[in-house]
């Protein structure tokens, strides 16, 4: 089958410690000159992704935040397709997560402490509120609590909690709408167990050679080389 466009995660399958190298730019314009799409798909704030990301231009379409958003940099236009929690659960969270930290706190561990707080604080992006394991505990917690209608999806040690219905999956199906692509056209890659929704509706599926062992067991391909050099790996394969 001719493939449309192809669909890849940015950390840990595009880029390496946030960055993508040269090789990997060369294979993605490559495919773009071909009149083929791209679509980034990553769990990251979507400020954050401005800042680490400097090739989104190469992309006709960016799902931010785990599904919660869409960008397209030619025309800088953002669509949210969910709303941000409700700041009274953002800073019950806040406060519940420091509230743990100190309480596991000695006295001769502050300083391990203060810093372990600064890493464990809660981030919100335009839709999105993350921290890390293991503050999944007061997030379940509270949100149960609270009566709200929210999820919680762990990403390696990352916890992304956004409104039940709002994943990877849901954030492709509307950058194809916006390109009038079906589902089965679109080759899918990547590396984690978030990126899973994703990968089970495209028309192929890849994981890249460093991808968690949950993920390479549920896809249609696995490709030899690890990170940029699996999805470069994938473009010569259906180009």
């Given at each position: 089958?001719?493939?449309?466009?192809?669909a890849?995660?940015?950390?840990?399958?595009?880029?390496?410690?946030?960055?993508?190298?040269?090789?990997t730019?060369?294979?993605?314009?490559?495919?773009?000159?071909?009149?083929r799409?791209?679509?980034?798909?990553?769990?990251?704030?979507?400020?954050?992704?401005l800042?680490?990301?400097?090739?989104?231009?190469?992309?006709?379409?960016?799902?931010?935040?785990?599904?919660?958003?869409?960008?397209?940099?030619?025309?800088r236009?953002?669509k949210?397709?969910?709303?941000?929690?409700?700041?009274?659960?953002?800073?019950?969270?806040s406060?519940?997560?420091?509230?743990?930290?100190?309480?596991?706190?000695?006295?001769?561990?502050?300083?391990?402490?203060?810093?372990?707080?600064?890493?464990?604080?809660?981030?919100?992006?335009?839709?999105?509120?993350?921290?890390?394991?293991?503050?999944?505990?007061?997030?379940?917690?509270?949100?149960?609590?609270?009566?709200?209608d929210l999820?919680?999806?762990?990403?390696?040690g990352?916890?992304?909690?956004?409104?039940?219905?709002?994943?990877?999956?849901?954030?492709?199906?509307?950058?194809?709408?916006?390109?009038?692509?079906?589902?089965?056209?679109?080759?899918?890659?990547?590396?984690?167990?978030?990126?899973?929704?994703?990968?089970?509706?495209?028309?192929y599926?890849?994981?890249?050679?460093?991808?968690?062992?949950?993920?390479?067991?549920?896809?249609?391909?696995?490709?030899?080389?690890?990170?940029?050099a699996?999805?470069?790996?994938?473009?010569?394969?259906?180009?």
């Amino acid at each position: 089958m001719a493939y449309l466009a192809i669909a890849t995660d940015y950390d840990g399958t595009l880029a390496q410690d946030g960055q993508v190298e040269e090789a990997t730019l060369v294979a993605l314009r490559h495919w773009r000159s071909k009149g083929r799409k791209l679509i980034l798909i990553t769990g990251r704030q979507f400020d954050d992704l401005l800042q680490v990301c400097p090739c989104l231009d190469l992309f006709d379409w960016v799902v931010a935040e785990n599904g919660a958003m869409l960008y397209q940099p030619t025309s800088r236009i953002e669509k949210l397709l969910a709303d941000r929690p409700v700041q009274e659960f953002i800073q019950r969270l806040s406060d519940r997560i420091q509230k743990a930290i100190q309480s596991t706190a000695t006295s001769s561990s502050q300083e391990f402490a203060k810093l372990r707080s600064n890493i464990a604080s809660v981030a919100t992006g335009r839709v999105i509120v993350a921290t890390w394991e293991p503050h999944s505990v007061e997030a379940i917690a509270l949100i149960q609590e609270m009566g709200l209608d929210l999820q919680v999806i762990l990403n390696k040690g990352a916890v992304m909690i956004l409104p039940n219905g709002i994943d990877k999956a849901t954030g492709l199906v509307a950058a194809a709408n916006e390109m009038g692509i079906e589902l089965d056209a679109i080759a899918g890659i990547g590396d984690a167990e978030n990126d899973l929704v994703f990968l089970k509706i495209c028309g192929y599926s890849v994981a890249v050679a460093n991808a968690l062992p949950v993920v390479k067991e549920q896809v249609d391909h696995v490709t030899t080389h690890s990170r940029g050099a699996g999805v470069v790996e994938l473009i010569e394969a259906i180009g």
